[in-house]
Each structure stands twice: as structure tokens, then as C-alpha cells.
């Protein structure tokens, strides 16, 4: 199975300020079609999870732009330009290449 | 809009079993896999099997936690996906919820509980 490792495990942040989330994988998460199969998730407590980032970097519909997601490979950021009290909840990464899914531990974000 | 509501959820004893439904409407069922994911409480997500399109045979995939004691099915005609749970073991305690997840869609999950 790929091991999905993120980095940190809590965040307290600043309103305004940015934050960023790692994630690396155990194996490349690169396909042969040429498109890498990693995702990022929000969930904020009592909801299920929300995908905010698909294949690396694409958003999903209507999530705002201060999300952005980087990386190839078997290491990928999600980046928060200015954290918002709305912004709070556990963040997860999946991998979707291989099954089993497998997601990170997950990283709480929390609001100084 | 899509939307997937699951239903089942419950109290059972261990090594009993529980059916879980998940209910599809705003997309083309028929031809979308469909997943299960759970979670304990306190805990992170854990993908628990899915299931193919008839065009892809249905396959079915497990983690290696459920399988041979989990079943996933699927009704097309009723646009409903299923979880038969079998020897459930206090371990398998969680929110389950069915899921598109590379298409972004959840359910609100249904609570299972295995318990004495």
C-alpha cells in the first residue's frame, strides 16, 4: 500500500497569515497518463470531508483561490495564502493511483 | 446537484452482520464507481472498498481490514449502492460514508456501532 506521510500533524495560525500542509507519498503518484493522482481534502468538524484540491493544483468548484496545491512526484504542499477563522478543520491527502486509497494522518488547523 | 444519502447505520452485537445503503441521485449513477470510506471517531478516513460500472464488470476492490467479511453491490435501476457487513468486530466501529471521492462527493455518513 502507498503511505501518505503529512507534515505537520497541528497548525495554529494567525488570521491572515499563511499556512502551509506537506504531504509525501511512499511511491510516485505519477501515472502513466501523465497526470498525478493526488488530492486534497477539508474536513471541518461534524461535516464530511470536502475536496478542495484535485490532481495537485486544480481547485474545485467554488473553492476559493487562497487554496493552492504544488508539488510532483511523491512530494506535494497545500498552501493557504491568508488563513481565515472559516479555514478550520483537519486537512487530508489522498492517493488515488493504486488501491487501496490511502490518505494522510491528517493536519488540524486551528485559529490563534 | 448530487447528492448521496446513506442509510443502515446502527447498534449491532459483535459478529453480527448490518446492510448499509447509499442513495444517488444528480449524476449518472450507472456509470460512476462508487466507493465506501469510514472513519472512528477521533480518527482519520480510512477507504474501505468500491465498486465498478456494469461497463467495467462491476469490479470490487477491499481493504485488507474488510476483506472477506465485506461485500459492496450496487442497483442501477434503483441508483443505490451497498455495504453488506459481516463478523463485524468492535474495530469496524465508525462513520462510514459513501463517496465519489475524486469527484468530490460524500455523503453524511451513517454511525455503525459494534458493541456488547
Known amino acids: 500500500d502507498i503511505v501518505m506521510t503529512q507534515t505537520p500533524l497541528s497548525l495554529s495560525v494567525t488570521p491572515g497569515q499563511p499556512a502551509s500542509i506537506s504531504c509525501k507519498s511512499s511511491?510516485?503518484?505519477?501515472?502513466?497518463?501523465?497526470?498525478?493522482?493526488l488530492y486534497w481534502y477539508l474536513q471541518k468538524p461534524g461535516q464530511p470531508p470536502q475536496l478542495l484540491i484535485y490532481?495537485?493544483?486544480n481547485r474545485f468548484s467554488g473553492v476559493p483561490d487562497r487554496f493552492s496545491g504544488s508539488g510532483s512526484g511523491t512530494d506535494f504542499t497545500l498552501k493557504i495564502s491568508r488563513v481565515e477563522a472559516e479555514d478550520v478543520g483537519v486537512y487530508y491527502c489522498?492517493?488515488?493511483?493504486?488501491?487501496?486509497?490511502?490518505f494522510g494522518q491528517g493536519t488540524k488547523l486551528e485559529i490563534k | 446537484e448530487v447528492q448521496l444519502v446513506e442509510s443502515g447505520g446502527g447498534l449491532v452485537q459483535p459478529g453480527g452482520s448490518l446492510k448499509l445503503s447509499c442513495a444517488a441521485s444528480?449524476?449518472?449513477?450507472?456509470?460512476?464507481?462508487m466507493h465506501w470510506v469510514r472513519q472512528a471517531s477521533g480518527k482519520g478516513l480510512e477507504w474501505v472498498g468500491r465498486?465498478?460500472?456494469?461497463?467495467?464488470?462491476?469490479?470490487?476492490a477491499y481493504a485488507a481490514s474488510v476483506k472477506g467479511r465485506f461485500t459492496i453491490s450496487r442497483d442501477d435501476s434503483k441508483n443505490t449502492a451497498y455495504l453488506q457487513m459481516n463478523s463485524l468486530k468492535t474495530e469496524d466501529t465508525a462513520v462510514y460514508y459513501c463517496?465519489?471521492?475524486?469527484?468530490?462527493?460524500w455523503g453524511q455518513g451513517t454511525l455503525v456501532t459494534v458493541s456488547s
Open positions: 444528480g449524476f449518472t449513477f450507472s456509470g460512476s464507481a
Open positions: 511511491q510516485s503518484l505519477l501515472h502513466s497518463d501523465g497526470k498525478t493522482y
Open positions: 465498486i465498478r460500472s456494469k461497463a467495467n464488470s462491476y469490479a470490487t
Open positions: 490532481e495537485v493544483s
Open positions: 489522498m492517493q488515488s493511483i493504486q488501491l487501496p486509497y490511502t
Open positions: 463517496t465519489r471521492p475524486v469527484a468530490g462527493n
